[in-house]
């Protein structure tokens, strides 16, 4: 059977693929497996842009394991299925008056995928999502069900809260949750000089804030977002719906195509681009407000670096982007996270900026990729762990101070290696 990524960079066969409904089918699954030596990956929604999720042998979808399990709204937590998507979780917390507090822009990831590549959204008072975490459950190489948390086993819940499916299949995430809350999203076309020159204002002033630099131009598309306790919600319009559908997304991928066919128009598809970065404010539960809709497919590489190295990195990335030796205009995506304690975080032990560059998915992003990542690791980047990288073992080892503790528990709670790949084998062997 044939499998591939949202993106279609990754593609790859394997002998079957399990859809199990309970915590019981997982943990007899895993123990089948383990005996019979062979070895398993799941797969949430694709989203990776890694091959994390590829193999030859046996895959698992949590797709059928979805919902909530309990909720306590006197502490505002929430215990869930591992596999529910957070689509999907935004509405069944807002039933019970709660909400994450934080998320990312996308929303169709499960709730594990999504820690346990180390997702993020933006804002320099929160962590990347799996900050959220306060317990796991996961199925280990040996069959065993094990539980983790800020009180239990807590040396072993940071190794598991960004754990890239190494430790085991998570079958439970206990959130810390907030009572729901309203936001404000404005987006706004600016120039790129005056968001630079006013950062720290625009992050210390504000919830939520990123911004797309625009290739070869001086445009900013910023995104500034508040809670909001007055006002009306915005309707859920059909026009409203073709608007992001036709005007945002098929027209961003007409633009994409022309330059795919014409390189040299690069740069003109940018600065068309640039021109009409769409102005707009949206209130809504923030469940409705994070995520936008993604339908033009792209490779991405994005990397965490200090944010005190924020400023220079990102001078260097323009530089090479504007050196014009690369056939891109996708916007370059940028992004601050607060600092954590989670052993295999790009975040470890520093406050952090994200940069995230990406390519029309029918266009080779070697080159561009190489070159930006060079410039990353020169300033201790750290990877999104869902995205495109050439890190080693001698790499990583490097860049994460507690990356033998994490490896010790990978080999204690996955002995025989059986939810290792070939990609997972040049990172952690």
């Known amino acids: 059977m044939i499998k591939n990524n949202w993106a279609g960079n990754v593609r790859f066969t394997h002998t079957e693929i399990r859809y199990p409904e309970t915590e019981n089918e997982i943990q007899n699954l895993v123990l089948k497996i383990a005996n019979e030596n062979k070895k398993i990956r799941v797969i949430g929604a694709g989203h990776s842009f890694t091959e994390l999720c590829k193999t030859d042998e046996i895959l698992m979808s949590l797709d059928a394991y979805q919902g909530i399990i309990s909720v306590d709204k006197e502490k505002h937590q929430a215990t869930v299925k591992a596999g529910t998507r957070l689509k999907s979780l935004g509405e069944l917390l807002f039933l019970y008056g709660l909400a994450m507090e934080n998320l990312g822009d996308i929303d169709t990831q499960s709730i594990a995928g999504t820690i346990s590549t180390g997702t993020h959204g933006t804002g320099t008072s929160f962590g990347t999502i799996s900050t959220q975490v306060i317990a796991l459950k996961f199925i280990n190489g040996k069959g065993e069900l094990i539980s983790c948390s800020q009180t239990e086993n807590k040396a072993l819940f940071k190794a598991a809260q960004v754990s890239l499916g190494l430790l085991g299949i998570i079958t439970e995430v206990t959130i810390q949750c907030v009572p729901t809350y309203k936001l404000l999203i404005q987006n706004g076309r600016e120039p790129l000089n005056e968001v630079l020159a006013s950062l720290k204002e625009r992050n210390q002033n504000n919830r939520n804030f990123e911004f797309y630099w625009m290739p070869y131009t001086n445009t900013a598309w910023t995104k500034t977002s508040n809670i909001a306790q007055e006002g009306e919600l915005d309707k859920d319009s059909i026009l409203n719906y073709l608007s992001e559908l036709v005007l945002e997304n098929y027209s961003l991928k007409l633009l994409c195509e022309i330059a795919r066919i014409f390189p040299s128009l690069n740069k003109t598809v940018s600065k068309i681009m640039a021109k009409n970065v769409p102005t707009l404010k949206k209130l809504n539960h923030s469940h409705k407000v994070f995520a936008t809709m993604r339908i033009v497919k792209f490779t991405e590489m994005e990397y965490n670096v200090p944010a005190d190295a924020y400023e220079e990195v990102m001078k260097e990335v323009m530089r090479t982007v504007n050196s014009g030796k690369f056939q891109i205009h996708f916007p370059i995506e940028n992004r601050w996270v ?37 410039i990353f690791k020169a300033h201790d980047g750290r990877p999104h762990w869902g995205k495109l990288n050439t890190l080693t073992a001698e790499d990583v080892a490097t860049i994460y101070p507690e990356f033998s503790t994490f490896n010790k528990f990978r080999q204690e709670q996955d002995p025989n290696g059986i939810f290792m790949n070939a990609y997972l084998d040049r990172i952690f062997v």
């Open 338 to 374: 607060k600092g954590d304690d989670i052993s295999m975080s790009p975040a470890y032990g520093r406050d952090s900026a994200y940069i995230a560059c990406h390519v029309y998915h029918k266009k080779d992003n070697r080159a561009y990729f190489k070159a930006l990542e060079s």
